[in-house]
């Protein structure tokens, strides 16, 4: 059983910054490819960033620039480092970890807002 926990998300103006972590705890983290999506209201759970456990990533072009997913495998994490927010950005933007089997974390809120 794997269990993930994010965190990170809060409330800024377009155009600032925010860094999202996900820990993992069970599982072999280091051989997992993790993935960053985001559910708007009203919306589908759509792909953001993704890193598989050799480090290459992967962006949905709307962040391409602005957004960077990264991995530290000694504290089973991944990051999703976010600049140039924009509204558009907004939703609860949940991690996911698939190694043989999906496991999703909770989600945590992202509101770009001036």
């Known amino acids: 059983q794997v269990q993930l926990v994010e965190s990170g998300g809060d409330l800024v103006q377009p155009g600032g910054s925010l860094r999202l972590s996900c820990v993992a705890s069970?599982?072999?983290?280091?051989?997992?490819?993790m993935t960053w999506f985001r559910q708007a209201p009203g919306q589908q759970r759509d792909m953001v960033a993704a890193?598989?456990?050799?480090?290459?990533?992967n962006y949905a072009d709307s962040v391409k620039g602005r957004f960077t997913i990264s991995r530290d495998n000694a504290k089973n994490t991944v990051f999703l480092q976010m600049n140039s927010l924009k509204p558009e950005d907004t939703g609860v933007y949940y991690c996911?970890?698939?190694?043989?089997?999906?496991?999703w974390g909770q989600g945590t809120q992202v509101t770009v807002s001036s």
């Open positions: 996911r970890y698939l190694n043989s089997r999906i496991y």
């Open positions: 069970g599982g072999r983290f280091s051989a997992a490819a």
């Open positions: 890193i598989n456990s050799g480090g290459s990533t």
